[in-house]
């Protein structure tokens, strides 16, 4: 029997990516099934506070098991900024907060702009359980976007030794690698894995 899951995310390309990495076995319900629910401020001052805060809400509104996350990348000469703040770094388009981060680190050698994904994933079951994990990817913001693939901050993260991806993808963004590179080591895919032990551990 399949797990049900209501995806608690109005940002299609999470949605998406989050399907793809589940994989069968799951049914997944899309927010439009539920056009009055409305989603809570993003109040907290983690990410893991943020996927709670979300995925409780759709929980107790839908009566359903709701998964929900929260990501960002935290950046090492900011101080692990942009953060808890990634979606809200600057106004207007993904475009224009990668402009904002490049800005920022105008000064900053080529090898001082160590960086990682972070994602919290939680569930929450209409009967208060909650599920959580999170997951990183260790990289470095490139000097300049590069590739067309992914959405976010991907063409300015470069993959390093220590993202844990092939040797041949080293020095490109997460941008430039297919979408099954970037499946093996995302900081969503890493988080996922553990929440979908943990799913078939409470089915």
Known sequence: MPIQLLIATANTHKVEEISGLLGEGYELVSLRA???????EETGVTMAQNA???AQACAGASGL???ADDSGIEVDALDGAPGVYSARWAEGSDADRIQAL?????????????ARYRCAICVAYPDGKLLEAEGTCEGRIALEP??????????????????GAPFAYEG???AQVPPE?????SHRAR???QIKSLLHLNK
Do not use: C, S
């Not at 539920?34 to 809570?40: K, R, V």
């Not at 490049?102 to 050698?109: C, P, Q, R």
């Open 52 to 54: 709670r805060l979300k």
């Open 34 to 40: 539920f056009p009055d629910l409305e989603m809570p």
């Open 146 to 163: 590069r590739g067309e693939n992914g959405f976010g901050y991907d063409p300015i993260f470069e993959i390093t030794a220590e993202t």
């Open 65 to 67: 098991p709701a998964l």
């Open 181 to 185: 590179i970037k499946a093996q080591v």
């Open 102 to 114: 490049l800005g920022k680190l105008a000064d900053v050698a080529e090898g001082a702009r160590g």
């Open 172 to 174: 490109r963004t997460m």
């Open 191 to 193: 988080a996922l894995t």
